[in-house]
């Protein structure tokens, strides 16, 4: 789950509801996890499910990244400074922060759908790294 791409949802909400637009968002986690991640960086205007089988995930053709590759990612952001927040300064975020690191596939990468009143997909991007989520202006753009 990428809290960074989630607050900047939460921050522009509005946008979307706007558009009359409903917002979800999935994580390859279970309730419990998620409710963690709620208590620790909440609340959000819009509902976070899991698929902690990451059963959809794989339907959807998201990939997880090889841990080498993810990790050199993270620590070259680290040293360049482009990874800012990377791990909280908060106690309670950290703590499941680093839980997350430990215990969920931080691995697999996301994506951005849009849908149809009538449940068509019109429009997807899926991440082919955890620095490519799809801009927040280009999805708005697309509705």
């Known amino acids: 789950m990428c809290r960074e791409y989630l607050t900047q949802l939460r921050e522009r909400i509005n946008e979307f509801n706007d558009r009359g637009v409903a917002v979800y968002a999935v994580a390859p986690s279970n309730a419990k996890f998620i409710s963690q991640f709620l208590d620790a960086f909440g609340p959000f205007p819009f ?5 902690p ?5 794989r339907q959807m053709g998201h990939k997880t990244m090889p841990k080498w590759k993810l990790l050199s990612k993270a620590a070259l952001g680290f040293v360049l400074r482009k990874t800012k927040n990377f791990i909280p300064s ?4 950290k703590a499941v922060v680093l839980q997350s ?7 697999i990468q996301g994506g951005t759908y849009l ?25 708005l753009g697309k509705l």
């Not at 509902?47 to 698929?51: K, N, Q």
């Not at 620095?131 to 280009?138: G, L, S, V, Y």
């Open 101 to 107: 690191m430990k215990k969920a596939d931080v691995f």
């Open 90 to 93: 908060d106690e309670r975020q």
């Open 47 to 51: 509902p976070i499910l899991g698929d």
């Open 53 to 57: 089988e990451k059963e959809g995930y």
């Open 115 to 139: 849908y149809s009143e009538d449940g068509k997909l019109f429009w997807k991007h899926v991440d082919s790294s955890p620095d490519d989520h799809a801009k927040i202006d280009t999805v």
